[in-house]
């Protein structure tokens, strides 16, 4: 395929009727309706990956096996998460969106049945570790995400991200209490299967969201001409600004399928990519104390379960706004300094909590609230600068390599916080490594090129 541009690149897109219905943009109603219902979809597995702490110590009762032991099985599901999401994206691009987000609901609920039905740790390694972590990593971001470009148009994908985010933390919200109250009603093994129906009810919502994607595939280079809206291709240059490079973005033409090595080799060459790889990684480890400790960090502290669920709940709100907040600033201000920002805050929040505040339900509720708001904040921007350098084709891939990264801090504080809780008694010690990685992010998305001029430069 050769590089298109100008008026050509245009020209092309509307005598194409695919390209057309793909990047036609919809009105602001109709981009949040579909954008509500999208949120289902992502918002179902994330809020459950993000409330997957509260049922660590159910789940270790159930199965015989130390908190330690139920950590790792959560590490190993991080990475596991991470890992399927590139490999969805190459296998979407094959098949289709919506092969794969019915696949990733029905590998969901057989790993729901796994758990209830676990009572060893090499079950629960299996059900909770491999199985749920396949499930929803094939229910990812990035597929949704292309999903909504094809639906919406590429300017209102921006704002449908936002709400992707915030859905997460609104299904968490929901999911913290109303765990916690079923655990103390039927138990583990109940509680589990109660979250059959929820799960089920993605696939007609799958069918719905992928209902404008194309009608079939192309390999490779070969795929569609849709991205040219969101990516900036044959997009005139502002006044003042420079042609944006696009090396990356043309990975693979003429040569058919890029294959993941060749399409991550060009990606790693890209500066912005690479940084966003840096903090993306420590964003993980951030992330996943939060979803797998930050509850009994809030029982350790001498806070009632039912008092410390709703805390954490609150962290859940708090991601809604942060959420809808950063895919509305995303538009606006530069992503890199955006993403500066909320890495900087994290590591200043982290360590007020941990070596200054006090230990009360108020300072708890007041952490979480803080923790929230730049809990997914990091999405959309992360994000759009990838949608901004690469082909549509490639972003559910490229955004899945970023997450598998993300999931390889994810690993290492599920698991990091179990051995150092064993160890030392409390979590200040991994909290204290998670400054030490958010200042790192904080530094490397500073060094993250401003400006569609700089896109797309090694």
């Not at 229910?139 to 919406?152: E, K, P, Y």
């Not at 300017?155 to 609104?170: E, I, K, P, Y």
Request: charged fraction near 10%; glycine fraction near 14%; aromatic fraction near 8%.
């Amino acid at each position: 395929m050769s590089r298109v541009g100008g008026g050509a690149g245009r020209a092309r897109a509307s005598q194409d009727p695919l390209a057309g219905s793909a990047a036609a943009e919809v009105s602001l109603p109709v981009a949040i309706a579909f954008g509500l219902v999208a949120c289902l979809l992502y918002g179902t597995g994330a809020g459950l990956r993000a409330d997957i702490g509260i049922l660590l110590q159910p789940l270790a009762g159930q199965c015989g096996v130390s908190y330690q032991a139920a950590s790792l099985c959560v590490a190993v599901m991080q990475i596991v998460f991470g890992a399927a999401q590139p490999l969805f994206g190459l296998l979407a691009m094959r098949r289709s969106n919506r092969f794969v987000l019915v696949l990733g609901a029905g590998v969901m609920a057989a790993s729901l049945v796994g758990m209830a039905l676990s009572r060893s740790f090499a079950a629960l390694l299996v059900s909770l570790g491999v199985l749920f972590g396949v499930g929803a990593g094939a229910v990812a971001f990035g597929l949704v995400l292309t999903s909504a470009i094809h639906f919406v148009g590429p300017r209102r994908a921006m704002t449908v991200s936002g709400m992707l985010n915030a859905a997460a933390g609104l299904v968490g919200f929901a999911l913290s209490p109303a765990l916690q109250a079923t655990l103390q009603a039927v138990g583990t093994a109940g509680t589990l299967l109660a979250l059959l129906l929820p799960v089920g009810a993605l696939v007609p919502i799958a069918l719905f969201v992928t209902s404008r994607d194309p009608a079939e595939r192309h390999d490779g280079a070969q795929a569609m001409d849709d991205a040219r809206g969101a990516s900036g291709e044959g997009r005139a240059a502002e006044p003042g600004e420079a042609p944006a490079r696009h090396e990356a973005r043309d990975a693979g033409e003429g040569s058919g399928d890029p294959g993941l090595g060749r399409l991550l080799r060009v990606a790693l060459g890209n500066r912005t990519f690479a940084l966003l790889v840096a903090g993306f990684t420590t964003c993980g480890f951030h992330m996943v104390i939060i979803e797998s400790h930050l509850f009994n960090q809030f029982v350790l502290d001498g806070i009632d379960k039912a008092a410390a669920s709703w805390a954490f709940s609150v962290y859940g709100i708090a991601t809604i706004l942060g959420a809808l907040l950063s895919g509305w600033l995303s538009s606006r201000v530069p992503k890199g300094r955006l993403l500066t920002f909320y890495y900087g805050f994290r590591a200043v929040w982290v360590a007020l909590f941990v070596f200054a505040m006090p230990k009360t339900l108020a300072c708890a509720v007041a952490f979480s609230v803080g923790l929230g708001l730049t809990g997914d904040a990091t999405v959309s921007p992360t994000s759009g600068l990838v949608n901004e350098q690469f082909r549509i084709e490639y972003v559910a891939t490229l955004v899945g390599t970023l997450f598998l990264c993300h999931q390889v801090g994810a690993f290492m504080s599920a698991w990091l916080g179990g051995i150092l809780l064993d160890a030392t008694g409390g979590y200040e010690v991994v909290w204290s490594i998670d400054v030490a990685a958010c200042a790192f992010a904080c530094v490397m998305s500073a060094r993250i090129p401003a400006g569609r001029r700089a896109l797309g430069r090694p």
